[in-house]
């Protein structure tokens, strides 16, 4: 079933975008998180389902159609195995390897997964999917750059992890965009769950500084 969209005012998406980014960037820095303050994000999260709702934005749209996931993976695949290898050769040759039971670790997988698909929502699903109704060019080259950019920001100040989301944004977003038939954040959320796990193995917290953003960052 096709699903007809919405005609989108560039600047109604512009708006859109940056009142649910501000919202974030408020929750983050009140020190909001999704334990204690499960209820804000709530509504953030039914506040960006409404806007989906109004401009009729279909699953394929969103990037939540898991029949996308097969040409995704086919498209990128090489590009994360690439990539994934590459985190461990460096990661193996500097031998900075964060010890701990094989359990734990399996877990924290399984958790990382869930928390980029999430995360990829958010950046493409959403935000990026404002971006290109305000260019009203879903292919424009700005777009996959001003995504990273935010996507960074996010993490602020954690320099480390700052340059991290910066360049992955970016990427995520070019191949989020790049065949509109095809977008697939399950894929995406794959991919970041896993260099995510990575980075978390092989990166020490001298340099990451214990993956904290917002205010928390301060304290610890």
Known sequence: MTTVERKRSSWA????????????????????????????????????????????????????????????????????????????????WFGSIRYNDLSRLISNLAATFIWGLFQQYLLNGFFVNRLAGFFKDEKDPMIPWIAGGLFALVHLPNLFLMFVTFFGGWACAKVFIKHQDHRNLYFLGLAHGLVSWLLYIFVPDSIAHYYIVGPGYFTR
């Open 13 to 92: 998406q512009l708006f859109w975008g940056i009142v649910f980014y501000v919202s974030i960037m408020f929750g983050i820095w009140r020190g909001y998180d999704l334990h204690n303050q499960s209820w804000f994000y709530f509504f953030v999260l039914t506040g960006m389902a409404g806007i989906h709702g109004f401009y009729r934005e279909g699953l394929k749209k969103i990037g939540l159609w898991p029949k996308s996931f097969r040409v995704a993976f086919a498209e990128n695949g090489e590009s994360l195995l690439g990539l994934v290898m590459l985190i461990l050769f460096l990661g193996l």
